[in-house]
C-alpha cells in the first residue's frame, strides 16, 4: 500500500471551520474596540475644542468665543503670526470637522463678544464608528448623549 501524502479533504474543511469560528468571535471585539478608540478620541477632541475655546477667549477678549473651526486652526506655519481668524489652536484634521469616525462642529456663538459656545461630536455612522454624542458648552465639562446631538443643551449626562 502507498502512504498518503498531504491532508484530506474533510482534514482542510475542519481546519477552516476552526478558522470561522475564531473570527466569529474575535471580529465582534475587534469592532467594540474600535468604537471605544473613536469615543475615548471623540472625548480628547472635545475637550481640546475646550482648551481651544478658552485660550481664544483669553488671546481675543474683544471677539469672545471663536464661531467657527476654522477660526481656532488656521495656516500656522513659522512666520504666521495668529488672528482671530486663524489662531492656530487646533491641528488641520480636527479644524476639518471629520477625525476618527466622529463629526465635530461649533454652534451656538453669538452677541460681541461671545459668551457661549457648544461644541458637539457625533458618530458619523451611528452604532459602527461610534454609540455616544459628545458636547461641551462654555463650563467646558464634557456631557455624552445616545442620541445624534444638534445642541447642547447642559442637560446631557456629564462624563464622568
Known amino acids: 500500500m502507498q502512504k498518503q501524502k498531504g491532508f484530506s479533504l474533510i482534514e482542510l474543511l475542519i481546519v477552516v471551520a476552526i478558522i470561522l469560528i475564531i473570527a466569529a468571535i474575535a471580529i465582534p471585539n475587534l469592532l467594540r474596540a ?81 459668551g457661549n459656545y457648544q461644541a458637539i461630536g457625533t458618530p458619523i455612522t451611528a452604532n459602527s464608528t461610534g454609540v455616544r454624542s459628545f458636547c461641551s458648552v462654555a463650563d467646558a465639562v464634557v456631557r455624552y448623549s445616545t442620541t445624534a446631538l444638534t445642541s447642547c443643551a447642559g442637560t446631557e449626562t456629564p462624563l464622568q
Do not use: M, W
Not at 50 to 67: E, F, K, L, R
Not at 93 to 100: D, P, R
Open 34 to 114: 474600535r468604537i471605544a478608540a473613536n469615543e475615548s478620541s471623540a472625548v480628547g477632541s472635545v475637550r481640546t475644542l475646550n482648551t481651544a475655546q478658552i485660550s481664544y477667549n483669553s488671546a481675543y477678549p474683544s471677539v469672545g468665543y471663536a464661531g467657527t473651526l476654522g477660526a481656532l486652526s488656521g495656516t500656522c506655519t513659522g512666520a504666521t503670526i495668529p488672528t482671530t481668524a486663524g489662531a492656530c489652536l487646533i491641528d488641520t484634521q480636527l479644524a476639518s470637522g471629520t477625525k476618527s469616525g466622529y463629526s465635530f462642529q461649533i454652534t451656538g456663538v453669538s452677541g460681541t463678544p461671545a
